[in-house]
């Protein structure tokens, strides 16, 4: 993968949280090649390979009215309280909640990856001092952080801080998508400032992030044993043609969307292109900060989704800012597809597209592997259908179906029985 600055991931772990979104519509399976891709076993990874499927409290776990529970940034945009910072004390129901769901899975020989946060900070710090925009953030986050590794790091071993950290910068703070719903248009967003808080969220994020890490890594890790990291998400970006301006645009592209919180980690900067182009909107790292971020993740988490073709805009350095998307200088195209996700039941369940496709994935990460490619694991989203942000219910991407009508009844689709066989399947 190229980028408009030489760096190497050559030595970081990637624990593929390599989300399979479902795309199904969109195998991209080359019918010449379709049987050696299908070809693929559980014995063509390494024992200690990670399996897995993932869910999200707020997607799957249901209402914010119990428990304890306080509302989050998106129950407050869905209309649907602790004080969302350690002053306000713990709420010993959920920590019960997760000790019981961590010792089942243990149980069963699942081994818990926890990630932190998941797009669904607590709405009492949006109201009190503007979330992730304040830097008062990243002490809150550092305080939750710990009392998830006092309590469950007996257990878990693997932690993610931050879940896809640019979705939030860029639908919340840039284009007004909510939660937080902030952007420079008045017509769509109330308040916020599209050219400079994406920025300004991202490095409190990044911040945030170190922080903890950096409190496990002193504290923590040395009797616990586990490892951190951070999930990054990842629009893949494909010259629109073979000219050098168009290469150019999806190595910006690329730095923008991967390389605007991965450089950082691993070298302790922005890329060269975001500082030429943000200037002074861009934050600056502090000389201490920048040893607390680079270096700060033991792996990272892939999410990645589809390609689009980038195509070039003619940088102009001297331009008035208008928001962070328009500071990549790109212009985006790509396929659009039609879902159909309400299908009769029968139909939902028998889903061979969906193998195939994880199927075709997971023959392109052992190639990627036999290239030396650190690859630790993967990941499909999602065991189980559930609550897809401003979508709702419509899509299922779940391994098992989800009747909402019928108490939440649970049955497994074709993919599901297949992931199983797949897994035992040692030979």
Known sequence: MAFSESWSYSKLALLGFLYSIALLACSFSVKANIQKELNVKRSDFAKDFVFGVSTSAVQTEGSSKSGGKGPNVWDAFLDKNPDGSLSGGVNKEGIDHYNSLIDELIKYGIKPFVTMLHFDFPQILEEKYGGPLSPRFVDDFKDYAEILFRTFGDRVKTWV?????MITVKYGYDLGFPPSGRCSDRKTCKAGNSSTEPYTVAHNFLLAHATSASLYKRKFQPKQGGQIGVSVSAQYYEPYSKSRQDRAAAKRGLDFEIGWFLKPLVSGHYPKIMRMIAKDRLPKFTAKEKKLVKGSIDFMGLNYYTAIYAKSIP??????????????????????????DSLPFKVQLNDPSRIDYIVQHLHRIRKAIKNEVNVKGY???????????????????????????????????????????????HE
């Open 161 to 165: 801080t931050i879940n896809e950290p």
């Open 315 to 340: 940088v102009d350095f001297h331009a008035s800012p208008v928001s962070s998307t328009a500071d990549v200088f790109v212009n985006l195209t790509g396929l659009s597809q039609t879902r159909n």
């Open 379 to 425: 990941f499909y989203w999602s065991l189980l259908d559930g609550f897809e942000w401003i979508a709702g219910y419509i899509n299922r991407f779940g391994l098992y179906y989800i009747d909402y009508n019928n108490n939440l009844t649970r049955t497994p689709k074709d993919s599901a029985k297949w992931f199983k066989r797949f897994l035992k399947h």
